[in-house]
């Protein structure tokens, strides 16, 4: 007797949800498992997925939560869900993804197909320059707060597919494991760190922000990547009436506006001539504010433009201690380039896009923690700081694309 399953998932659809899982990778979740250990038994794993998910009888496992410190200070958790759940909710976004993204808007670019940080920063470089006020915002705790029932809503004017909705639905009020081990149930809020929870965050800011923008304040262009906002306004008492309007908004839906965080700020450049106490704001790791800057004729004036904010070198620069160096005097210069080649790299892609030259003390203090390894591994440099400096100087002259920064012309002194 032929049996059919409630729902129709392709298996072909959970293989690929494996493929991109595994070029996440990502830690283990409560039962421990790795993306190895559950590729050992690849084909057993997808199909009692698969079978559990096409019968419904899938219930998500807890997702564990950790504690990641913030660039800003303090701690964000994070929730890892297990590999075999990843794999489920990467079915999911799979299926759920292309029926929201066409409907969100131009100016949101957080976790997005097609969209990027350097895209959001370059609008709004722009943007700094056409209007002379922007009101910076944060939301308070958005993944925790996220109201269920409103968000479930917004799910439902997209699909009536039945499977999506009741795992969308489990996903959400799926158990958290805390990190002493207890485990509870999750009322408000989406798991940091899970698969589909960027597409349903974005989501319900669409109706919570975006959208009502688009209605409220049609000529006030804004940007938005996830929790982080930014609305251009020509005036003081524009941006404050915006301000004031927006936090009646996510009171509304259940969300709070960021009191400390948020802020009015005057774009101030030359032709800008009033006072006002602030004149900076950060955003994706960006400080903008007044900088000088040289046009085409060779003349500077002062210019509105972004650059690697301190609180990014900050964080850059703790990394980059926790590497200990100068106790890896069993390993040459050439293991050290190809041990952080990569992640050096990284933040040069980033944080040099705009205003590249913010960055290099940044990436003069690698070269100082390369001096302290040089001085460790060689009885002739220990003690001479200035013969090190020269030493990987002559080096990095030699050989520049040794470390990216080298490249740049960022080396140590040069003998």
Known sequence: MKTTKPFEISKHDVVRAWELVKANKGAPGVDGETIEQFESN???????LWNRMSSGSYFPPAVKTVAIPKKTGGERKLGIPTV?????????????????EPHFHADSYGYRPNKSAHMALEVTRKRCWRHNWVLEFDIKGLFDNIDHQLLMKAVKRHTDNRWLLL??????TGPIQLEGGTTISRKRGVPQGGVISPVLSNLFMHYAFDKWMERHFPGKPFCRYADDGLVHCHSEADAKMVKDAL????????????????????CKDDDRREEHAVTSFDFLGYTFRPRRSKNKWGKYFINFSPAMSATAGKAIRQEVRRWKLHLRSDKSLLD??????????????????FYKSAMYPTLKH????LCLWAMRKYKKLKHHRRRAEHRLGDIAKMHPGMFPHWKLGV?????
Not at 167 to 172: F, T
Not at 366 to 369: A, H, Q
């Open 411 to 415: 080396r140590p002194m040069v003998g």
């Open 84 to 100: 075999s759940d990843r794999v489920a909710q990467m079915v999911a976004k799979l299926h759920f993804e292309p029926l929201v």
């Open 247 to 266: 936090a009646n908004r996510l009171q509304e839906c259940g969300l709070e506006m960021h009191p400390e965080k948020t802020k009015i700020v005057y």
């Open 42 to 48: 690849l084909k057993g794993n997808l199909y009692k």
């Open 167 to 172: 795992y969308i639905e489990r996903w959400l």
């Open 366 to 369: 690698i070269n100082r923690k």
């Open 336 to 353: 050290l380039a190809h041990m952080f080649r990569a992640k050096i790299q990284g933040w040069i892609n980033y944080y040099g896009r």
